[in-house]
């Protein structure tokens, strides 16, 4: 992502648009905005290698920040702005980042969060005055439009859980070139979904998200338009693809279901020039895509893949009419093992733990691959058939997607177990036809003490953030343990999914 490649001749042309106010910011705009920025990290010491973490929703000060920092060699980690204070400071105290970016919204919760750490990072505000910050306009003023001296490619970091639920910082291995040398993102699939400076992005997500973070920096490096939503929202996001003449569109299945139960879909109308969808985040329903497929026509596409960048598969429109439930074949310099547990390749058809392993060299890599295993997995059960195609069926370790999002039962299970009146918690994902899956807790009291189900979800929601709190809670004198002392999960998941889908 380097604005001038496309300012130069374009410097009028939209790269980001705020979908609910119409906010616009050019490609001019943003090239000079993001030299700014960029001299004045510099400027308070911020060094290439160093980090510049963005804690604020979706705004127009999001792409500026990126650009910044993609152009000043430094590591560039979104948070989930969502989570409590104490899950923001763990994060920036294990990231020691050098600058950080945030809203007034958010800022006291980011002031506090890096009072003990040294040396303390600059925050800047994009959108207001708050105590220990500066403004975005005041980091501005005065700072020169040109390039800084030493412009270098950055790098994005993401914290992901993996299996464990423990975050852990991926970082992308910083390349040493300049921003104009940058190598294409994920080629293969960028091409197949035809990106180019044409396309108008719908991102609909938090800017957080792997997937909105990396197909913004795409577009905008092809010289193309992000149209970014304040917030999801089924009957708007049909209303900005006509409005902003959307030809590409980004989802997570939620999404999808959400806007197939409109019940005045059909009213707002289909935009002939929304010509590419695609979703990623969770497998998608069969059920859902096909009902997609049949309402938008064959433009929905499929990929799949680990936020920390092991590898992708991809399923066409046409192919997934062919393979219901599969989500492709690999891409790229990438294969897809699906193997037991001795990490031998099990036949098709066969569950196992699937498995990228690299077969080339790869652009975009993590900073520690060179010293990790060749195999690499993120917990998915699944199977491949006969022609390769993959198919996923569950997860490794009883971890819950609702939403797209990844939540862990053992952090929410402690949250519970914190409230004086629950003696034992089991936290399980249990099917739900708009989420995937939300989270359930199964709980017992302690004798004697009475507790609801809406004082416990408050109990979690002031502890953790509200997407991981659960949706429901059914009370119980006994929960199954093994003769380990471990909780019989299994026996769980079985019980409440057969009730849930009954």
Request: net charge negative; hydrophobic share 40%; with cysteine.
């Amino acid at each position: 992502m380097y604005p001038p490649a496309t300012a130069r001749d374009r410097p009028d042309a939209i790269a980001y648009v705020m979908a609910g106010s119409g906010r616009r910011l050019t490609y001019g705009r943003l090239d000079e905005q993001s030299n700014r920025l960029a001299n004045y990290w510099r400027s308070v010491g911020a060094a290439p290698g160093d980090s510049v973490i963005l804690v604020m929703e979706n705004s127009l000060a999001w792409p500026v920040a990126v650009a910044a920092g993609m152009r000043s060699g430094l590591y560039v980690t979104p948070i989930n702005w969502h989570l409590k204070p104490a899950e923001l400071a763990a994060l920036i105290a294990d990231d020691s980042p050098a600058a950080i970016v945030t809203s007034v919204a958010l800022a006291p919760n980011i002031v506090a969060a890096v009072d003990s750490l040294e040396p303390r990072p600059v925050i800047v505000c994009v959108d207001g005055d708050v105590a220990g910050c500066i403004t975005l306009d005041d980091a501005l003023a005065g700072q020169s439009a040109e390039p800084i001296d030493d412009e270098l490619l950055g790098a994005r970091v993401l914290y992901s859980s993996g299996t464990t639920g423990r975050p852990k910082r991926f970082a992308q291995k910083l390349l040493g070139v300049h921003p104009a040398d940058a190598p294409r993102r994920h080629s293969e699939l960028v091409d197949r979904l035809g990106v180019d400076s044409s396309t108008v992005l719908l991102s609909p997500a938090p800017n957080y998200h792997a997937a909105p973070f990396t197909f913004a920096l795409i577009t905008l490096s092809a010289g193309g338009t992000v149209v970014c939503m304040e917030r999801f929202d089924a009957r708007d996001s049909l209303a900005a693809i006509v409005e902003y003449g959307v030809t590409h569109s980004q989802w997570v299945p939620t999404m999808l279901v959400r806007m197939l139960r409109l019940s005045d879909r059909e009213q707002i109308g289909l935009s002939p020039t929304h010509r590419v969808a695609f979703t990623s985040g969770a497998p998608c329903p069969a059920h859902v895509k096909t009902d997609v497929l049949d309402w938008w026509g064959p433009i929905l596409h499929e990929y799949y893949g680990a936020s920390e960048g092991y590898g992708h598969t991809y399923i066409s429109p046409n192919e997934a009419r062919i393979h219901p439930g599969s989500v492709g074949r690999p891409l790229g310099a990438t294969r897809v093992r699906v193997v037991d547990a001795d990490g031998a390749d099990v036949p098709a058809g066969t569950e196992g733990t699937v498995c990228f392993q690299a077969s080339g060299a790869q652009s975009y890599r993590n900073a520690d691959d060179e010293q990790a295993q060749p195999l690499k997995q993120m917990g998915d059960i699944g199977y491949l058939d006969e022609d390769g195609y993959l198919y996923l069926v569950g997860r490794r370790g009883f971890m819950i997607i609702s939403g797209g999002v990844n939540i862990y039962p053992d952090e929410v299970e402690s949250a519970l177990l914190a409230h004086p009146a629950v003696a034992d918690a089991a936290v399980i994902g249990v099917p739900d036809p708009e989420f995937g899956e939300t989270v359930k807790a199964v709980v017992r009291r302690q004798p004697g003490v009475a507790l609801g189900e809406r004082e416990l979800i408050d109990h979690v929601r002031n502890r953790l953030a509200h997407f991981k709190a659960p949706r429901s809670v059914e009370f119980t004198d006994d929960l199954p343990r093994l003769p380990t002392g471990k909780l019989d999960k299994r026996s769980l998941v079985s019980r409440f999914t057969r009730r849930e889908t009954s």
